[in-house]
């Protein structure tokens, strides 16, 4: 009883302002799984500002992206977990992931909100189908990213595309069957220095 006494004007305050608002929807309400917005563009040449001239710090990452913040943590690549940097939007929404290479500059650069753009309009949340990807520009992922499908963004030489393949369950040494492959979802776009 001493439940239903705290939560009942939270219910009624919800039922009368859900009954006197005009805007509430009338049929199945959807989410949106890719984005209109752009903070930023990956390209063959680096990700926004990013490139492989970039110094591998905090400081030179939040000026090849104006308006970006910049953090250090850790995260998970194919084999392993290593330091990064992350960029954050004024929203303070992580939309990179900047790892270190050789002789302090970046290494790669991993897109990880549907906020940002591939070299062909590829997006965080497209298909496999809707990107229009070849299963032969593809190999499947391994360690860490097991059960994924990586494969090379169309015409480009430097980004890569990692697909998420809902409720497969292997084999993980080869890709899903075709029909599978086809409804993967983007879940990051790599940019690799040249």
């Known amino acids: 009883m001493r439940l239903f006494q705290r939560f009942l004007?939270?219910?009624?305050?919800?039922?009368?302002?859900?009954?006197?608002?005009?805007?509430?929807?009338?049929?199945?309400?959807?989410?949106?799984r890719t984005?209109?917005?752009?903070?930023?563009?990956?390209?063959?040449?680096?990700?926004g500002g990013i490139t492989s001239e970039t110094v591998y710090s905090e400081k030179s990452v939040e000026q090849a992206l104006p308006g970006f913040s910049a953090e250090g943590f850790q995260s998970?690549?194919?084999s392993k977990t290593e330091w990064?940097?992350?960029?954050?939007?004024?929203?303070?929404?992580?939309?990179?992931?900047?790892?270190?290479?050789?002789?302090?500059k970046v290494?790669?650069?991993h897109g990880v909100t549907h906020h940002l753009?591939?070299?062909?309009?590829?997006?965080?949340?497209?298909?496999f189908a809707e990107v229009g990807t070849s299963r032969g520009d593809c190999r499947v992922?391994?360690?860490?990213?097991?059960?994924?499908?990586?494969?090379?963004?169309?015409?480009?030489?430097?980004?890569?595309?990692?697909?998420?393949?809902?409720?497969?369950?292997?084999?993980f040494d080869r890709l899903p069957p075709s029909d599978q492959l086809r409804q993967a979802a983007i879940q990051r776009i790599i940019w690799t220095a040249p």
């Open 141 to 171: 992922g391994r360690s860490l990213w097991r059960g994924m499908a990586i494969c090379k963004a169309d015409g480009s030489k430097n980004v890569t595309l990692v697909y998420a393949i809902s409720q497969y369950d292997g084999p």
């Open 76 to 78: 998970a690549i194919e």
């Open 107 to 109: 290494r790669a650069v």
């Open 117 to 127: 753009q591939g070299p062909n309009g590829e997006r965080i949340g497209m298909t």
């Open 9 to 32: 004007p939270v219910l009624m305050a919800s039922v009368l302002t859900g009954a006197c608002s005009p805007t509430l929807p009338t049929g199945p309400v959807s989410v949106a």
């Open 35 to 47: 984005s209109n917005i752009t903070l930023v563009k990956i390209t063959d040449a680096g990700a």
């Open 84 to 104: 990064a940097i992350g960029a954050f939007n004024s929203d303070g929404f992580q939309v990179l992931q900047v790892y270190k290479g050789r002789g302090g």
